[in-house]
């Protein structure tokens, strides 16, 4: 008898009775012999105390370091009451809601986190959620593909280089070619779209503050790119958008990110959550599940999955994406993010963020270790430049309980580049010792 | 379950708050306006309590595992052990930044052993994690097929997909790149052999196959199917969605399977969370494993660490390396199991085949073969008095109970597939039964009331069709009359 498994032997020789077998090996016996019972290497079962333990040992084994990066991943403040709420059975070990009728929880979560999404990001229509920001930004390509039916991709090289790892494995896949725009000054230019514009060109792809952290600005972009019948997509960190000019803004056709910096816990790398929202236009071109309004058959408000006609289980080969299960639950957590730190809340942490970031910037240069390669503006995240060991200044900062900087030459790009970023979790005394640390090094 | 229809928005009060941060005394930062937003967007400004209750009031409106079985076929919608929640968590494995290099044992090594016991368990060499999902494993299995036929330039582009395959299958082929060709099956959902031979032409890259297949039926054919397609220069793709019936039983990888993906939020009892996070690991034969997805977690006498620039694999395919959080979950269910897990697969298809036997006076089995984990009916067996599956489905509702999966697999026109996961009592299943015969015995009786179900949910028989003609996305897409 075990917990997870109700069975009593009562129980199973009932059972069998029923169905006519005297075992229940014989309800395999068209399973090839040759294979049948295979010799498996299983852990002994651990009991629940046993299990703490060992997850204890493995968590004694872990140094959490303080981040002053990003890279694509921000350690912002996740307010208490999220937790509770996403636990909650209902929600969590909830099924996609095909069934709406009790389902209406999930479907009304769906249907805000769109609502929200659309606001941030200025544009009318967003899906129920992605895996993550580097993968809606591929699919955000293959929408492009499929609304221009073109193949070629202009794609600007101050992206998240995993973003465009990402992208040019998907498109190797699915046959469409990607051109790398170079921006030696750290932020695309309008003179470099124009330069490699050709009337082959299904969509230029942008991040925005981009891998360097810098802020780009795109005025005049969508005009040229629509003039070619081109579309423009833009990757934007949400958490931003409380200050930045938005996708919608910029009359982007599709807008893709990262949500993990709304408040979702680092967790080595996930789950975290893309979303992806374009024009009304579009919409029925986008992949993923979406909610929509309706009424019952007594008029009540009830919420659906709807325009499921563009998706797998429908179009099956003639699907755009493949996409089915999503982040749903991270949805939630998304929603109950922006519900809880509000209009103020995502104002005043990324006012903190901009601030400390600033703040941290003007000290490192001060120590005369440090320049600005590009002197451009930036958000929260900031590239510099170092003649110095890069490797001693992770080792003196990881000493103290930081994890900074990053160096970009990781990801390939200039190996004399170090990336800082600041949230409004660090406090001035965070900063002014890493600061100090980073100055003693030889 | 009460009908809770307010909008956060609707709740919201500008000046209220439900949040503190900490003061600071950083200079303030003003940015060039030009790349400024107009105007701040427009977010809800609630209090904290308001914002806890209105969740906990839209929960009410859902059904989850803790409520009542959910019978839904190709779902495996078993419980999910609470104490995962509190091991997902602890500091260790919530605060880590996926760019930290030092200090992060106690993460490699869960990231290892789940990646050596998966192998150990599917019959496969090595495991990536980094997929996030069921259809994102297949895409990335069918990129590592595509990529092995590229580096022997077998020029081969077609995958086999049977008819009664579920959509990512196709889909997933699509994106990778390849052409699909449909594969007949038999009245039973397995492979229709003579098919199979007219199809597997010297163009055929591989077959994407589940076994046992989706109705249910173990392929009894899959020795025979793997030798042809590796004769004939292709690969075999297991999807993994229904493991369950084979855990410690049989392993693919013994099938003859070259490359697999598991859906842990299905066979590991990780929680679908509503529609995800899930995860969707892909295992591979040894030859293949050189091109899994970088990063690539890598041991030498350093001990663990990923390595990001690892050659000649299909590339990235997520941003860092896939849903930690969802994978040690997977991780401690393994560990609670232990060699119970061959007892999961035994429960999981007794159950199906007494729930078979136990209805199948009154619903239409269209196979009388042993089913594994689980198995479909096509719609009632009197079928008189027009009453559908739909019809049926909507009326279990009423009872209270998740209805099982519907309209597919597309092979049966009322297909109505059950799955009655091995965490299931027979009592419960006692339950299910009794109220699946009195609604055959009520669309005989009183087939309007049935027709017209269900009658005491909170919301009923929603209008789809308006919802897709005039879509309503969005809280400030509603009609202006609202």
């Known amino acids: ?442 | 379950m009460k009908n809770y229809d307010t909008f956060i928005f609707e709740l919201s009060e500008p000046g209220r708050k439900a949040y503190t941060l900490e003061a600071k005394s950083f200079a303030n930062v003003q940015l060039d306006e030009r790349l400024l937003r107009k105007t701040q967007p427009e977010l809800p400004e609630t209090y904290e309590l308001g914002v806890l209750r209105h969740f906990t009031n839209m929960s009410f409106k859902n059904y989850g595992i803790e409520t009542g079985m959910y019978p839904l076929g190709s779902c495996t919608m078993k419980y999910n052990p609470k104490i995962h929640q509190d091991l997902a968590a602890l500091e260790a494995f919530s605060a880590v930044h996926p760019y930290q290099e030092t200090g992060i044992d106690g993460l490699l090594e869960i990231y290892a052993s789940l990646e050596t016991l998966l192998s150990n368990i599917s019959g496969m060499a090595q495991f990536t994690l980094n997929s996030y999902a069921g259809a994102h494993g297949e895409l990335v299995g069918l990129m590592v097929m595509k990529k092995w036929h590229e580096a022997n330039q077998t020029g081969k582009t077609k995958v086999l997909v049977p008819d009664a395959a579920h959509g990512t299958n196709p889909a997933s082929a699509i994106v990778a790149g390849f052409d699909v060709v449909e594969l007949a099956s038999k009245p039973d959902g397995t492979v229709d052999m003579d098919d199979f031979y007219a199809k597997l032409d010297e163009n055929v890259a591989g077959i994407m196959l589940t076994n046992p297949n989706t109705i249910g039926v173990f392929e009894r054919n899959i020795l025979e199917i793997s030798q042809a397609i590796h004769a004939a220069g292709g690969l075999l793709y297991y999807d993994g969605a229904n493991l369950n019936p084979l855990l410690g039983m049989a392993r693919p990888g013994d099938m003859g399977f070259d490359i697999m993906h598991i859906n842990l939020h299905k066979t590991f009892s990780t929680p679908h969370g509503g529609g995800g996070p899930g995860a969707g690991p892909v295992g591979v034969r040894e030859d293949l494993v050189r091109f899994l997805p970088k990063p690539r977690i890598h041991r030498d006498e350093k001990g663990l660490s990923f390595d990001h620039h690892r050659a000649g694999t299909i590339g990235q395919i997520s941003q860092f390396y896939g849903n930690f959080g969802v994978y040690l979950k997977a991780y401690a269910f393994i560990l609670t199991n232990g060699p119970h897990l061959k007892d999961i697969a035994r429960y999981a298809v007794l159950n199906a085949n007494y729930v078979k036997e136990s209805l199948k006076d009154d619903y239409d089995l269209p196979t009388e073969t042993h089913c594994k984990h689980e198995f479909v009916f096509n719609g009632l067996k009197d079928k008189s008095t027009h009453v559908t599956t739909l019809d049926v489905a909507k009326r279990l509702l009423d009872y209270g109970i998740h209805p099982p999966t519907i309209y597919f697999p597309l092979l049966y026109k009322e297909a109505l597939m059950i799955e009655p996961v091995e965490t299931e009592s027979k009592q419960t299943l006692d339950q299910f039964i009794a109220v699946m015969k009195t609604i055959a015995k009520e669309a005989k009786d009183d087939p309007e009331m049935v027709k017209s179900a269900p009658h005491t949910t909170i919301v009923r028989r929603l209008n789809e069709v308006k919802a897709a003609r005039h879509p309503v996305l969005t809280f400030d897409m509603q009609p202006a009359s609202e």
């Open chain 1, 1 to 442: 008898m075990f917990k997870y498994l109700p069975h009593t032997q009562h129980d199973i020789d009932t059972m069998l009775k029923t169905i006519g077998v005297s075992s229940i090996e014989a309800l395999f016996d068209d399973v090839p012999a040759e294979i049948l019972n295979p010799e498996l290497s299983l852990p002994h079962a651990h009991s629940e105390i046993e299990l703490v333990r060992h997850f204890r040992t493995l968590a004694a084994n872990v140094n959490v370091l303080t981040p002053v990066i990003g890279v694509g991943a921000y350690d912002h403040y996740t307010p208490s009451i999220i937790r509770p709420l996403i636990e909650r059975q209902e929600f969590l070990t909830s099924y996609t809601p095909y069934q709406p009728e009790i389902s209406q929880g999930t479907l009304h979560y769906i249907f805000e986190f769109q609502s929200m999404i659309t606001r941030l990001t200025e544009m009318d229509v967003a899906n129920a959620s992605m895996y993550d920001g580097s993968t809606a930004t591929a699919e955000a390509m293959f929408m492009a593909a499929a609304i221009t039916k073109r193949s070629h991709f202009l794609v600007s090289g101050t992206l998240h280089p995993s973003t465009l790892e990402v992208l040019k494995t998907y498109a190797h896949y699915k046959g469409l070619t990607i051109t790398v725009l170079e921006s030696p000054e750290g932020v695309l230019t309008i003179e470099t779209l124009k330069k490699a514009l050709t009337d082959d060109v299904a969509a230029l792809l942008v991040q925005t503050p981009n891998i360097y952290g810098l802020i780009e600005n795109y005025d005049g972009f969508s005009e040229i790119l629509h003039a070619n019948q081109s579309l423009f997509v833009i990757n934007q960190d949400p958490a931003t958008l409380s200050h930045l000019k938005p996708a919608g803004a910029y009359d982007a056709d599709i807008a893709v990110g990262e949500a993990q910096s709304l408040g979702v816990p680092l967790a080595f790398g996930g789950p975290y959550i893309g979303y992806m929202a374009t024009k009304s236009t579009y919409v029925r071109k986008m992949p993923g599940r979406i909610c929509g309004l309706t009424e019952d058959v007594d008029g009540k408000k009830a919420f659906t999955l709807t325009l499921q006609a563009r998706e797998q289980h429908i179009r099956r080969d003639k699907a755009n994406s493949n996409i089915c299960s999503n982040q749903s639950l991270l949805a939630l957590f998304v929603t109950i993010y922006l519900s809880t730190m509000g209009k103020e809340g995502l104002y005043e942490a990324s006012q903190q963020s901009l601030d400390g970031a600033h703040y941290l910037y003007d000290a490192l240069l001060h120590t005369g270790r440090f320049k600005d390669p590009f002197n451009q503006p930036f958000f929260k995240e900031f590239t510099l430049a170092t003649d110095g060991d890069i490797t001693a200044l992770k080792q003196a900062a990881q000493a103290a309980g930081f994890l900074a900087p990053f160096a970009l030459s990781q990801l390939g790009l200039n190996e004399k580049y170090v990336s800082f970023a600041v949230t409004e979790k660090r406090t001035q005394a965070e900063l002014d010792r890493l600061v100090h640390v980073l100055g003693g090094v030889q």
